[in-house]
């Protein structure tokens, strides 16, 4: 059985930072794209970034570009989101997934090119 436990999350003023940090189990880690996905109050889901399999690849929503960086140690089956200069726009339940989606193509920032969801994890910025 795959699961994935996400944490890192909290409540932080403008401009402040944060890491999530996801650890996930009973998959072949080293063999899927992961990304980290968002949904804010009211709105749908939204693509934030994406690691591919080695690490190697990786991308950004424009939104958080310059400010979040993804990255992943396949040998902690873990994958993490270094979140600096954060906005107040940012507070949403962040989601970590694993999914086929290469990153070749673009698919990978679709809910559909992943698998599995680790829980969300709250991340509140203060004004």
């Known amino acids: 059985e795959v699961a994935a436990g996400v944490w890192g999350g909290g409540l932080v003023q403008a401009g402040g930072s944060l890491r999530l940090s996801c650890a996930a189990s009973?998959?072949?880690?080293?063999?899927?794209?992961m990304g980290w996905f968002r949904q804010a109050p009211g709105k749908e889901r939204e693509f934030v970034a994406a690691i591919s399999e080695s690490g190697d690849s990786t991308d950004y929503a424009d939104s958080v570009k310059g400010r979040f960086t993804i990255s992943r140690d396949n040998a902690k089956n873990t994958v993490y989101l270094q979140m600096n200069s954060l906005k107040p726009e940012d507070t949403a339940i962040y989601y970590c997934?694993?999914?086929?989606?290469?990153?070749?193509?673009?698919?990978?920032?679709?809910?559909?090119?992943?698998?599995?969801w680790g829980q969300g994890t709250l991340v509140t910025v203060s004004s």
């Open positions: 997934a694993a999914g086929r989606a290469r990153l070749s193509g673009r698919y990978y920032q679709n809910n559909g090119g992943y698998s599995y």
């Open positions: 009973g998959l072949t880690f080293s063999s899927y794209t």
